[in-house]
């Protein structure tokens, strides 16, 4: 009896002792992080804002038309390919922008190595006559640049989120909003701002859908009262 009433005072001061260490580990990381942003000079936000305007560029250079309920696009990087030669070498000028904005934000040289080599073979595929513009919007080095710094900066700095990479249009403009209106401070406010063209989306093939339904039933009227079927 003596020896499971002691059994039953050390359960909760091993639970402690987790949970502390636990704590302990959570308050190194989150050290470790402010003093990985405070080596390169950087802020939270500055971090932010600087992945924000990379994902900007990655979309105008590889994404400006998407190709519905998919990532892949096409943008200006196929289309200067168009261009012999001086159009590829032009896209390959506009993508070191987006190595240049992962430098600023702490992401070694060697991490950027898989980007710089896409960006080059993109240059000589898109030199072929046609295949090669085809196959420039499927080899899109910017987009590659982007997700080399998101995993870096989620390493070193701890930023997880991606709603800015994912719509950074939209959450710039929201950014700005917030600043100016409780109202765009609101969760819900915010969720249905940043998914506006979700829902627009959703509409626009609603419409095609009932469009096409009408379509449909009037062709099928026409035949009937044309053949005598209706």
Known sequence: MDKSVKL???????????????????NESAINYQLNLAQHGLTREQVIATERKLAKFANAMDSVVRIPFTKQGVGADAALSTIPLAGDLAGLVLTSYAFILGRRLGVPVYKMI?????????MVVGVIPGIGTLLDIFIRPSRKTLNIVHQHIQDEYGITETIHIDRPLLHQQLEHKQRHSRFWRNPVAAWVYLHIPDVLGIVVIGLLIWGLWTAIGWLSSVFGNTTGFG
Do not use: G, Q
């Not at 909760?12 to 302990?24: K, L, M, R, W």
């Not at 898989?114 to 993109?122: E, S």
């Open 114 to 122: 898989p980007a710089v080599r896409l960006a080059l073979i993109d």
């Open 8 to 26: 039953k005072k050390i359960k909760p001061v091993a639970s402690t002792s987790t949970n502390y260490s636990e704590n302990s580990s959570i």
